[in-house]
């Protein structure tokens, strides 16, 4: 039997290929890690890209995957079509089987025909196939290998040319595509008929030449493969449904969610869509959190927000009166346990950045929905960019969601203007750091074909001779860069600074400023001082060894901050980022709220009692598939190839990291938490220090405390106590004070009531700033008689401010504000009319001012 669960044939596909001489490979993070990787994996070639861009040789000719991928962003922006189609996913799995110089079109074209029609046992007269308007090749092997009929082979044009970027690799490409049969659409191919009807199930990318700057293409060294095969594509085909939406996963998870709102899927077209919506999105809310994605207001954590805040609508629009996300999640993972067996550990942990988030989210929607509902009936046909914008930015609303419910009620919204009116934040959120330039990765590439990888004799020994290969130009006037064929000095890597220290030749001797890698494999000392370097030079490279042992000890104590935060708040808990320095360290981590002294205290205990047991800092290498079935834990952002380097920090802490670390915990001396924050939304931050910069912090604090204790006149143990009781003196004090100015302002307002005329009080009193003359008006206002008050002072003798205070009915104190401040050479005013405020810069002018103010208030 043809397999047809989504376990199944996720299984024939893998086992398909592996057989075929494939490299099994797992389901890498939906966080790429190159920095010419998009925002999110969205397709299977996207953890191959070092690969395809020739940066580093590919460990293995040919690879299989099935790769979790999401797409809401860009090109590829599925979002607003989900639920609406049969076929559109924001989250989904990408089969793919990849080629590095290996096979080329007729391996892959065989390999998908095969699978398609043997394994899935898919009618052959049923699926059609797209090529390059040029390709012949592709064309003849359709028609050749595997008997498809040319009528069915259609020419396309720029839609079969797939390209990475501007420059870089590209090639013709060619889809196969499954008649789903008349009732889906008109006839015509992929090319001319329904997009319903004909459905995309497999691309495949001939990977053969390299896009210049000049827009000019150059055959590439190697022809390479890239194929992906859509999972949930495939599924309806093998399970003969009609949508993607129909198969076994996700119609299970229509199923939670109807369990949950109460709606019944086929009853109503429209809480169709929302109940898919659902469905959808919770995969992709589900496995980006578990990624290490947080909900925040930039970057990916603004897309998670996004169809959080989506999801969390579309359930209440079929009926939901609870939170449901937190459900929905723990549906994912049970259906999913068999592809992603490490979910189900951690989804408490994602369960409560959902419920936190949807809880956060209701609290706003219904103020957003009101004054969306306020400007709707208003009577505009189009949501401007500014109130779009507004309604993101007070009420937490995605401009889609924004645009979704205006679509409902036949009103559009201003995207270009909201676009504007986000300009800013979106150019910090592309400000992240830029890739090598061609040109200079031309040059590094160059060093690396020539001479190799450099190698790295720095876990070893920090003194060690070598041979220089190269030397280029530094990123600032008087520094160089300097290769060499081995070098004891570490390149920053893994938020670990590099290393400094100095090169040693029979020319002189050059400082190492820096340490940083040109390409993977290469590594980079910046140095100053040495115009006497040379290619072919035998020289000796020291590195600093205080600064080396500092950052060890900064590097070993991460790991066990990591393990700490880990043990304390959970496993759901993930490093967001880090920075190891010889004289701190930082970590940030996703987290919801500040920690208290206590936990933060608990943290340091934890630290510190491994660091006691002086347990040794073991290091081994392993295939990255052991390290992590051995529960090593990776950091956030890194890569990693198939054998990795794990590190045991004594009993406790088990990370696969390729940095510097102590040879025992004793080695740390002590670690001390300096400060504690947030970075953004549900990111927190810790900065620490260790060894002598750790002693240092101790006594810092220990003399901060004696100059407290001094200055108390106390000893250091009584000062805490002392400071308590000076605390509720000043208190006492201060309540005193309040109540002794509630009598005198009662006494002042009484006397001016006194003097009304006709009802009206205007007078100067200076020594007060804006709040007091204000509560003193306001005051004076509830004496009986009294409809209209005036006060105009100065609090500094060279400023004034302003107060109008009326009664109900007494006129617009705002517009009375409003003529009266440009003589004190300000401005102000209100929409409340009974009170109003205003500040001016001349001081001198307020009998000026009182005197209109008088006449204002008499009329």
């Not at 004799?457 to 190269?470: K, M, N, P």
């Not at 590594?523 to 080396?548: K, N, S």
Request: charged share 25%; net charge negative.
């Amino acid at each position: 039997m043809p397999p047809t669960t989504t376990d199944e044939v996720r299984a024939a596909f893998l086992g398909f290929f592996a057989e075929r001489g494939h490299t099994l490979q797992p389901s890498s993070s939906l966080i790429p890690s190159h920095p010419a990787a998009p925002l999110f994996t969205n397709a299977g070639m996207v953890p191959f890209i070092p690969y395809f861009l020739g940066e580093e040789p590919a460990p293995f000719a040919r690879a299989t995957s099935s790769q979790r991928c999401v797409r809401v962003r860009g090109k590829h922006d599925d979002i607003e079509v989900i639920g609406r189609t049969t076929r559109h996913l924001t989250f989904f799995e990408m089969l793919g089987n990849f080629s590095f110089g290996d096979y080329f079109k007729a391996g892959a074209i065989g390999y998908a025909w095969s699978f398609l029609t043997e394994v899935l046992g898919i009618e052959a007269d049923r699926l059609w196939a797209t090529v390059h308007h040029t390709d012949d090749e592709a064309f003849d092997l359709w028609t050749s290998t595997t008997g498809m009929p040319a009528q069915r082979v259609q020419r396309l044009g720029d839609d079969n040319f797939w390209e990475m970027g501007p420059t870089g690799p590209c090639g013709p490409s060619s889809e196969v595509f499954y008649d789903k049969g008349p009732g889906f659409g008109s006839e015509g191919g992929p090319a001319h008929g329904g997009e319903e009807r004909f459905v995309e199930v497999w691309n495949l990318v001939f990977m053969s030449f390299y896009r210049q700057p000049d827009g000019s293409l150059e055959p590439l060294p190697k022809n390479n493969i890239d194929t992906g095969a859509g999972l949930e594509r495939l599924l309806p085909v093998v399970q003969q449904v009609s949508s993607v939406f129909d198969t076994d996963v996700l119609r299970g998870l229509i199923g939670r969610a109807e369990a949950l709102t109460g709606a019944r899927y086929g009853a109503d077209p429209e809480h169709d869509v929302s109940l898919r919506i659902l469905a959808d999105h919770a995969r992709a809310f589900t496995f980006l959190i578990a990624d290490g994605v947080v909900p925040s207001n930039t970057e990916r954590g603004y897309v998670l927000r996004r169809i959080i805040r989506r999801a969390v609508r579309h359930a209440q629009r079929v009926g939901a009166a609870e939170p449901v996300l937190a459900e929905m999640a723990r549906a994912v993972a049970e259906a999913m346990r068999d592809s992603a067996p490490e979910l189900p550990g951690t989804i408490e942990a994602v369960a409560e950045v959902l419920d936190r988030e949807e809880h956060r989210f209701q609290e706003t929607l219904s103020l957003g929905l009101r004054t969306l509902d306020e400007l709707m009936a208003s009577g505009v046909t189009t949501i401007s960019g500014a109130d779009a914008f507004r309604l993101h930015d007070t009420f937490g609303f995605p401009v889609d969601l924004t645009r979704e419910i205006a679509a409902d009620r036949g009103v559009e919204v201003d995207i270009d203007g909201f676009e504007q009116a986000m300009a800013e934040q979106r150019r910090q959120a592309r400000s992240g750091g830029p890739a090598e330039g061609g040109e200079e990765s031309a040059r590094y590439l160059a060093v690396l074909d020539a001479h190799g990888p450099t190698e790295f004799l720095g876990y070893s020994t920090i003194d060690a001779e070598g041979t220089v290969v190269a030397v280029l130009h530094g990123p600032t006037a008087g520094q160089l860069e300097v290769f060499t064929d081995r070098t004891p000095f570490y390149a920053e890597g893994g938020g670990q600074l590099g290393d400094q220290g100095r090169i040693l030749g029979e020319g002189g001797e050059a400082k190492v400023v820096d340490t940083t890698a040109a390409l993977p494999g290469l590594i980079r000392h910046v140095v100053e001082g040495g115009d006497w370097l040379a290619a072919g030079q035998h020289v000796r490279l020291q590195v600093d060894g205080p600064r080396r042992d500092a950052l060890r000890r900064s590097h070993t104590a991460t790991h066990l901050l990591h393990w700490a935060l880990r043990t304390t708040f959970g496993e759901g808990l993930r490093q967001q980022g880090s920075l190891v320095a010889p004289d701190q360290l930082r970590f940030d981590f996703n987290f919801h709220t500040g920690l208290s002294d206590e936990q933060i205290a608990d943290l340091e205990d934890l630290v510190a009692a491994q660091i006691i047991t002086d347990g040794p800092v073991r290091v081994e290498e392993m295939p990255k598939a052991e390290a992590v079935a051995a529960g090593a834990i990776s950091f956030f952002g890194e890569k990693y190839g198939e054998v990795v380097r794990v590190v045991r920090a004594g009993d406790a802490s088990v990370e696969l990291c390729g940095g510097t670390h102590v040879a025992s915990l004793g080695q740390i001396g002590t670690m001390v938490i300096r400060s504690e924050s947030s970075v953004g939304s549900n990111l927190r931050r810790i900065e620490a220090v260790t060894g002598m910069a750790a002693r240092q912090e101790i006594r810092r604090r220990t003399a901060l405390l004696e100059q407290l204790a001094e200055a108390l006149k106390v000893g250091p143990d009584e000062a805490p106590d002392a400071l308590r009781r000076l605390q509720e003196h000043d208190r006492a004090t201060e309540k005193a004070r309040r109540e002794l100015e509630a009598r005198l302002d009662a006494a002042a307002a009484a006397e001016l009531a006194a003097a009304a005329v006709g009802g009206v009080v205007v007078a100067r009193r200076d020594g007060r700033d804006a709040g007091a003359l204000r509560a003193l008006a306001l005051a004076v206002r509830q004496a009986d008689g009294v409809r209209a008050v005036g006060l105009i002072g100065s609090p500094d003798g060279r400023s004034a401010a302003l107060v109008v205070a009326l009664a109900d009915g007494a006129g617009d104190a705002g517009a009375v504000a409003k003529q009266i401040a440009p003589l004190i050479g300000g401005g102000g005013g209100g929409k409340d009319p009974r009170l109003a405020t205003a500040g001016g810069r001349d001081a001198s002018r307020i009998d000026e001012a009182l005197a209109a103010l008088r006449q204002a208030l008499a009329s």
